[in-house]
């Protein structure tokens, strides 16, 4: 098992920064390939970014690439998403999760975090 606790959500301007943070226990965290989701209000939820082992390859989701970067610190159990240039259509809770490779597929996925709340306002 593997339980993952996100951090780091909140409201911010449009154009403002977060970063959120996905603290892992229970199994070797640097086994595991992660990964962001967020679910808007009335939405499907949807891919981000996701990350490797090592931290050596990353892939970001259209919507997120140039703005937002994932990372890792296998040290301190714990995976990043650094949020820049955010707009209203990023309001979502956003969902760190945990898998054996890096995909944009939810179903790849094999543990889940309850959620962080990201609201941009205009």
């Known amino acids: 098992q593997v339980q993952l606790v996100e951090s780091g959500g909140g409201l911010v301007q449009a154009g403002g920064s977060l970063r959120l943070s996905c603290a892992a226990s229970?199994?070797?965290?640097?086994?595991?390939?992660m990964g962001w989701f967020r679910q808007a209000p009335g939405k499907e939820r949807e891919f981000v970014a996701t990350?490797?082992?090592?931290?050596?390859?990353?892939y970001h989701a259209d919507s997120a690439k140039g703005r937002f970067t994932i990372s890792r610190d296998n040290a301190k159990n714990t995976v990043y998403l650094q949020m820049n240039s955010l707009k209203p259509d990023d309001t979502a809770v956003y969902y760190c999760?945990?898998?054996?490779?890096?995909?944009?597929?939810?179903?790849?996925?094999?543990?889940w975090g309850q959620g962080t709340q990201v609201t941009v306002s205009a």
């Open positions: 990350i490797s082992r090592t931290g050596d390859n990353a």
């Open positions: 999760a945990a898998g054996p490779d890096t995909s944009t597929r939810e179903a790849r996925y094999d543990y």
């Open positions: 229970g199994r070797i965290f640097s086994r595991y390939c």
